[in-house]
């Protein structure tokens, strides 16, 4: 039985997608039963790495929806509109969706979720979070029966490429993104990289899975590494850690008060940290991703490999075909729903407020090169009830010096309390960098 697929997008990973449908030997034998039967695309004259009959080719979405020999429409195309418009008339054909396109589910997920679930068809996502990495499945099956107390990562291959290169050169932040951009790993715009935007988005659908529930994406406190200051990743070094832009949804309580008895709060943030290098993510480099899941009673489980790019992508969105593909010859077309998005509002999510958030931090001051300056920044650490872990002056020159400061876990009202007061200090010029730790 051969089973038509419809792509929307010939882009990076929509050549990669065409490319294993049109080379199935030894691969899984369902393989041969997918046909590629027609690819929209934006410009049918530009020059593609592989070739396709013309006559399969549209520069009309909405025609490949339509046709009635596709079967499944798989969604590459990427950004808000018309991709989600596109989905959503899919599904309302009958037609299972598969898409990687993790923009649109952070923030419409549960109006496909609805969609599908009155049509009785599968959205399949595994390709959205972590490219090749098998990691939705897994938190919303093989994970399911625990109680999930964090869900942490390297989800964001452009980033943790030019934080490596820091690491080990030394290297400037604008410098290795310009590197980054000539070798393909930055987008000519990388703001959705580097501000964690991209992270935000994987994120905020991790933690749904995770946790049972949609997460408002506007709520996501978000923080890239576009202001990084390369000697915070030296002195990171010099008192033992790395900094990676880490995404990180945390369980703070259940029943929450803003929601009903079965609700949950969490913690849900995207944030350059600092990690201590013994730490299971500490040696994810390169563009590789990684995602930590630590839960009752599994414990920790770690999710390792490379996070983006035509061959990783394309590996997890074929998959997802394959997974329906095989449904339809068990149970039929229409086979159920996927449980991703029927198990979209089992729980209510709620996330805490900011200010009230517990976590350890890395702050460092610039100040003058006296006496009685570190003493005067503890003390005001202490008026605020803040503990501090270690204090020392790591450079010092022509009567400035620069005092890094790494706390004990804090709430962060109480942090910026003592930072406002230490700010007013005789002798403190700045808070030159402000950074978490764990």
Same mark, same amino acid.
């Given at each position: 039985?051969?089973?038509?697929?419809?792509?929307?997008?010939?882009?990076?990973?929509?050549?990669?997608?065409?490319?294993?449908?049109?080379?199935?030997?030894?691969?899984?034998?369902?393989?041969?039963?997918?046909?590629?039967?027609?690819?929209?695309?934006?410009?049918?004259?530009?020059?593609?790495?592989?070739?396709?009959?013309?006559?399969?080719?549209?520069?009309?979405?909405?025609?490949?929806?339509?046709?009635?020999?596709?079967?499944?429409?798989?969604? =590459?195309? $990427? /950004?808000?509109?018309?991709?989600?418009?596109? @989905? %959503?008339?899919?599904? &309302?054909? *009958?037609? +299972? !969706?598969?898409?990687?396109?993790?923009?649109?589910?952070?923030?419409?997920?549960?109006?496909?979720?609805?969609?599908?679930?009155?049509?009785?068809?599968?959205?399949?996502?595994?390709?959205?979070?972590?490219?090749?990495?098998?990691?939705?499945?897994?938190?919303?099956?093989?994970?399911?029966?625990?109680?999930?107390?964090?869900?942490?990562?390297?989800?964001?291959?452009?980033?943790?490429?030019?934080?490596?290169?820091?690491?080990?050169?030394?290297?400037?932040?604008?410098?290795?993104?310009?590197?980054?951009?000539?070798?393909?790993?930055?987008?000519?715009?990388?703001?959705?990289? =580097?501000? $964690? /935007?991209?992270?935000?988005?994987?994120?905020? @659908? %991790?933690?749904?899975? &995770?946790? *049972?529930? +949609? !997460?408002?994406?506007?709520?996501?406190?978000?923080?890239?590494?576009?202001?990084?200051?390369?000697?915070?990743?030296?002195?990171?070094?010099?008192?033992?850690?790395?900094?990676?832009?880490?995404?990180?949804?945390?369980?703070?309580?259940?029943?929450?008060?803003?929601?009903?008895?079965?609700?949950?709060?969490?913690?849900?943030?995207?944030?350059?940290?600092?990690?201590?290098?013994?730490?299971?993510?500490?040696?994810?480099?390169?563009?590789?991703?990684?995602?930590?899941?630590?839960?009752?009673?599994?414990?920790?489980?770690?999710?390792?490999?490379?996070?983006?790019?035509?061959?990783?992508?394309?590996?997890?969105?074929?998959?997802?075909?394959?997974?329906?593909?095989?449904?339809?010859?068990?149970?039929?077309?229409?086979?159920?729903?996927?449980?991703?998005?029927?198990?979209?509002?089992?729980?209510?999510?709620?996330?805490?407020?900011?200010?009230?958030?517990?976590?350890?931090?890395?702050?460092?001051?610039?100040?003058?090169?006296?006496?009685?300056?570190?003493?005067?920044?503890?003390?005001?650490?202490?008026?605020?009830?803040?503990?501090?872990?270690?204090?020392?002056?790591?450079?010092?020159?022509?009567?400035?010096?620069?005092?890094?400061?790494?706390?004990?876990?804090?709430?962060?009202?109480?942090?910026?309390?003592?930072?406002?007061?230490?700010?007013?200090?005789?002798?403190?010029?700045?808070?030159?960098?402000?950074?978490?730790?764990?």
């Amino acid at each position: 039985m051969t089973i038509g697929i419809g792509l929307l997008g010939l882009g990076t990973v929509g050549s990669g997608v065409a490319a294993i449908l049109a080379s199935p030997q030894g691969r899984h034998p369902l393989v041969g039963d997918l046909v590629l039967e027609r690819v929209a695309v934006r410009d049918l004259h530009r020059p593609r790495p592989l070739t396709l009959p013309p006559e399969r080719l549209t520069t009309d979405p909405e025609a490949v929806i339509d046709d009635p020999k596709v079967d499944i429409v798989v969604e =590459v195309m $990427g /950004g808000l509109e018309p991709a989600r418009s596109l @989905i %959503l008339r899919a599904i &309302a054909a *009958g037609k +299972p !969706v598969v898409t990687a396109n993790k923009a649109v589910i952070a923030r419409y997920g549960q109006e496909i979720a609805a969609a599908a679930a009155r049509q009785g068809v599968y959205v399949l996502i595994e390709a959205a979070v972590g490219g090749g990495i098998p990691i939705i499945e897994p938190i919303k099956q093989s994970l399911g029966g625990n109680r999930i107390q964090r869900v942490s990562g390297i989800i964001n291959g452009t980033t943790n490429y030019i934080l490596s290169r820091m690491a080990d050169e030394g290297a400037a932040y604008a410098d290795v993104l310009a590197d980054a951009q000539r070798l393909g790993y930055a987008e000519a715009d990388p703001a959705a990289d =580097v501000q $964690g /935007g991209d992270a935000a988005d994987k994120i905020a @659908i %991790l933690a749904g899975l &995770a946790y *049972g529930g +949609p !997460v408002e994406r506007a709520g996501i406190a978000t923080e890239g590494i576009d202001r990084l200051d390369a000697r915070d990743v030296a002195y990171a070094a010099q008192l033992g850690f790395v900094v990676k832009l880490l995404a990180v949804a945390e369980r703070v309580r259940d029943d929450a008060p803003a929601g009903p008895p079965d609700g949950v709060s969490l913690d849900v943030r995207v944030h350059p940290t600092l990690l201590p290098k013994h730490h299971p993510l500490a040696g994810v480099h390169g563009v590789n991703n990684a995602i930590l899941v630590e839960g009752d009673p599994v414990g920790q489980v770690m999710f390792f490999g490379p996070g983006a790019g035509a061959g990783p992508t394309a590996s997890a969105v074929v998959a997802d075909i394959l997974n329906i593909a095989g449904i339809r010859q068990v149970g039929g077309p229409q086979a159920g729903l996927d449980p991703l998005l029927a198990a979209s509002s089992w729980r209510h999510c709620t996330l805490v407020d900011g200010s009230m958030s517990l976590h350890r931090n890395y702050v460092r001051f610039s100040t003058r090169d006296e006496a009685g300056v570190i003493g005067r920044i503890g003390t005001c650490f202490g008026a605020a009830e803040v503990s501090i872990q270690s204090i020392v002056q790591l450079d010092a020159r022509e009567g400035e010096a620069e005092i890094v400061v790494i706390t004990h876990e804090v709430r962060e009202d109480r942090f910026r309390e003592a930072l406002a007061a230490i700010e007013a200090l005789e002798g403190v010029e700045t808070v030159a960098a402000c950074l978490r730790t764990l």
